[in-house]
């Protein structure tokens, strides 16, 4: 189309070329005619003025002539005598007339000359007529020939580019149909690019976080290398030593198991002696020498008496937290109320609760989640009754450390904080935080611990049951750090009014620096 196109429109432009060019044409013409007719006018004047001047010369040439032949008559007749005065005038007068005469004839000659020149040129110019206006109206007429039949020519091929401009008008239209098919889509595709762009922009900001995180990972690998070695030998020492401790432990248990048989079967025997002796008073005497004397009973008594006051110096010798020991994190045995227990001590702090992988169960019964569970160098739960011995003198703090799964560190640390006994529930009391974690805590705040087979909360659901981990539920929870891991552990953040996923977390309580 574009090319029909043009070329009807290089065949436009030559039309009107070839018409500027008869118009041209038609002007030089017109200009050589009205020159033709100026230069016949010209002639005609000059004709006009040359007859004049004829006719004047021709009407005082014979006069003067007549006068001349007079004048040479008279001086031919000399022999009359001398002239007179009269005579001397008039023949002056005649010798003037002759001068002019001269003079006239003179002029009549240039007159003459100046007649055959101009006829000479009217004669050219008639030539130069001929010659320009036969040839170009010759010209004009074949150029005029020829337009018309380029016209002609340029007239058919209008037709058929007319023709195969209505073939590609149809094209056209269905040509315009698909173009706003396009101009459709290119207008979805624009709006839909700008969110593209929002998603690539996003993608690109999640790759270089993702690229920044990565570096950061590489380099807590690297630290975590050394640290897991520094852990590892850290871990070997404190094996070694709760396996002393292990060893001892077993042998002033086992020791005082056997006491405890001895004073059993040394009990049941005495029990046995008095009952005889009361049943029977007579047949006394007689069985005394088969039974044990009180005297050998008292004995023996006496021989475990240093055994039990070992077993419980070597108990007393056992600090009661954490707070006592500054060796390198590990295990380590304390005694916190009734019975020596393992505990996790880090610096000072005693862990009380552990996630990190989900290996241990914490769906458990209330009675479980009272005495505790798992294994401190593991995922571990301390046991309520061990947290409220710890915290009864009311000179405790917490502190909990977490990270979410994009790897942020989040932490919240708490003034006070109190766990009750089993009469109250194992309450929760805690004040006095601080951290870049939020308050989440204070929802649960003053709530008794609830487990999956005792619900203590105060909403309407089983909360314990539903999020598959014993808590200090409320309406529900704003902190779940005991729940299902799979599930996904949470912290509310209300700063930012969302919720934080949990991927680890640690519970530690200490003793405040002031206290005895």
């Known amino acids: 189309i574009k090319l029909v196109l043009s070329e009807t429109n290089d065949l436009m432009n030559l039309g009107r070329t070839q018409e500027a060019r008869i118009d041209k044409l038609d002007s030089t013409v017109e200009r050589l005619k009205y020159e033709k007719q100026v230069t016949r006018n010209q002639l005609e004047q000059y004709r006009t003025d040359l007859a004049k001047l004829a006719k004047e010369v021709h009407a005082k040439q014979y006069p003067e002539a007549e006068i001349y032949t007079d004048i040479d008559t008279q001086l031919a007749r000399s022999d009359i005598g001398p002239l007179k005065p009269e005579s001397n005038h008039k023949y002056r007068h005649n010798k003037m007339v002759h001068a002019q005469i001269a003079r006239l004839a003179k002029a009549q000659q240039q007159i003459d000359a100046s007649q055959q020149t101009m006829q000479t040129q009217m004669l050219d110019h008639t030539r130069r007529l001929d010659r320009l206006e036969e040839p ?3 010209l004009v007429t074949a150029k005029i020939d020829l337009l018309e039949l380029q016209a002609k ?58 690229n920044a995180h990565f570096s950061y990972v590489k380099e807590d690998q690297k630290n975590l290398r050394q640290s897991v070695k520094a852990i590892a030998v850290s871990v070997s020492n404190a094996l070694d030593r709760a396996n002393d401790d292990r060893d001892e432990l077993k042998k002033v248990t086992s020791s005082v198991i056997d006491l405890q048989t001895s004073t059993k079967q040394h009990y049941y025997r005495l029990n046995d002696h008095i009952q005889k002796s009361e049943a029977n008073q007579t047949l006394r005497e007689t069985n005394l020498t088969e039974t044990i004397s009180l005297p050998e009973l008292m004995g023996e008594i006496k021989e475990l008496e240093p055994v039990e006051r070992e077993y419980e110096d070597l108990v007393r010798q056992l600090p009661r937290d954490c707070s006592g020991i500054s060796g390198p994190a590990g295990l380590y045995l304390i005694h916190p109320g009734h019975t020596p227990i393992d505990a996790w001590c880090d610096n000072g702090t005693t862990l009380i609760q552990r996630r990190y992988n989900g290996t241990v169960e914490f769906n458990r019964k209330f009675s479980e989640y009272a005495v505790g569970f798992g294994y401190p160098a ?40 109190y766990v009750g006994s089993a009469d109250t529930g194992y309450v929760l009391e805690i004040s006095g935080f601080k951290g870049n974690a939020s308050d989440a805590f204070e929802y649960q705040n003053h709530m008794e611990f609830s487990a999956i087979d005792l619900d203590r909360d105060i909403s309407n659901t089983h909360c314990a049951g539903n999020y598959e981990g014993g808590w200090w539920f409320s309406h529900c929870q704003h902190v779940n750090i005991n729940g299902k891991y799979t599930l996904g552990l949470t912290w509310f953040d209300g700063a930012r009014n969302e919720w934080i996923a949990i991927a680890t977390s640690e519970m530690k309580m200490y003793r405040h620096p002031d206290c005895a």
């Open 136 to 138: 170009n109206m010759n």
């Open 153 to 210: 020519v340029f007239s058919d091929r209008l037709n058929n580019n007319t023709m195969t401009v209505s073939d590609f008008e149809k094209v056209h239209a269905s040509t315009l149909e698909l173009r706003e098919e396009v101009e459709s889509l290119e207008n979805k595709i624009d709006k839909t690019i700008p969110e593209f762009r929002k998603e690539i922009s996003k993608l690109d900001v999640c790759v270089a976080q993702m």
């Open 378 to 417: 593991s995922e571990y739960w301390l046991g309520l009754d061990t947290m409220h011995q710890l915290t009864s003198d009311n000179c405790t703090a917490m502190l909990i450390d977490m990270t979410d799964i994009y790897g942020a560190s989040w932490y919240a640390q708490y003034e006070h904080f």
